[in-house]
């Protein structure tokens, strides 16, 4: 038995070396204790992996508060602390547990379980830290530091870091798509298209009604209502242009963002299947809805149904 979980335990230092280091401790036996005390860690910490595996979270997290209390100093028991308590939606623990392994020791895993926490919760200030590192380590997350720029309103930072990749990896139909929808939301009167109906340039056509006026003002000052992380006036904004603009998917888009920061989570799916419902042709959009379903399912707990939106993504 013994050798057997050895056996595992040299296979996981591959993928984890810190864990090859030995607690140091002052007892009388010290080589004795030290291999029962190891064993007894791994007994433990293979059965919090088992646990997580078949969905048992609460136990699983009792696992590896053993195992805490065996090596407080490990960060991968903080980093699988944390994956267990977002799975139970204890999401203080959770950023506790990660920030602790991101201090001992800034993996990109444990980075970017942080910062899929941080975006799950609405945290877009975080997230946006976060992703910069990430960023700086691994190109591809920068796309992802895109998409958390958009959300937070941050255009600016956006269209710059659409640049950089562009630079750094050609042009993508993806990029392009996100550079068109903040162009038109910095430059209200260009081209606005939203699912069915365009709204075009005033000058160009001589000018456009006053309910297309205000569509267009309704979509800036959600845009400037994100940025403060007003949800409340999101919602309402949303819900009063849904009244003269019903078939209009990016407001239930908007509408739904606003429900799932508010953690009214059954209301935003109800409210995100309108949003496909009227969606034609945009990509973008389609994600975005895709994504605000994912925070849904997760904060309701409903693991498959998450995992489910999650794979509709596409680049």
């Known amino acids: 038995m013994r050798r057997k979980v050895f056996t595992i335990w040299i296979a996981t230092v ?3 070396p810190a864990w090859g280091q030995e607690p140091a401790l002052a007892m009388e036996s010290a080589d004795v204790t030290t291999e029962e005390y190891t064993d007894d860690f791994q007994e433990h910490f293979f059965e919090a992996l088992k646990q997580k595996g078949i969905e048992n979270y609460q136990r699983a997290a009792e696992e590896l508060l053993r195992c805490k209390k065996l090596d407080a100093g490990n960060e991968v028991v903080d980093y699988e602390l944390g994956r267990v308590y977002i799975k139970l939606r204890q999401y203080d623990r959770a950023e506790a ?3 602790h392994a991101v201090e001992k020791k800034a993996e990109l895993w444990y980075l970017d379980a942080l910062f899929g926490l941080y975006e799950l919760q609405g945290e877009i200030d975080k997230a946006v830290a976060v992703g910069e590192r990430l960023a700086r380590s691994d190109s591809q997350y920068k796309e992802n530091l895109v998409r958390i720029f958009m959300d937070a309103g941050r255009y600016e930072d956006a269209l710059l870091l659409i640049k950089e990749l562009n630079a750094e990896l050609g042009r993508s139909e ?3 798509r996100q550079q068109l929808w903040m162009e038109t939301r910095m430059n209200p009167g260009t081209v606005i298209k939203t699912g ?8 160009a056509e001589g000018g456009v009604s006053e309910s297309k006026d205000n569509l267009e003002e309704t979509y800036r000052r959600i845009g400037e209502y994100k940025k403060i992380f007003n949800f409340g006036e999101v919602l309402a904004l949303a819900e009063r242009a849904l009244e003269d603009f019903p078939a209009q998917p990016a407001l239930y888009y908007h509408k739904a963002t606003a429900l799932n920061r508010l953690k009214k ?3 935003a799916l109800e409210v995100l299947q309108a949003a496909l419902d009227y969606l034609i042709d945009d990509r973008q959009l389609e994600n975005d809805i895709y994504r605000e379903f994912v925070i849904a399912y ?3 707990g409903n693991d498959r149904k998450a995992e489910e939106y999650a ?4 680049n």
């Open 14 to 16: 591959a993928f984890f």
């Open 97 to 99: 547990h990660l920030l």
């Open 174 to 176: 993806l990029r392009e």
């Open 196 to 203: 069915e109906e365009t709204v075009k340039d005033t000058a």
């Open 265 to 267: 989570h059954g209301e």
């Open 298 to 300: 997760n904060s309701l």
């Open 311 to 314: 794979g509709k993504i596409r």
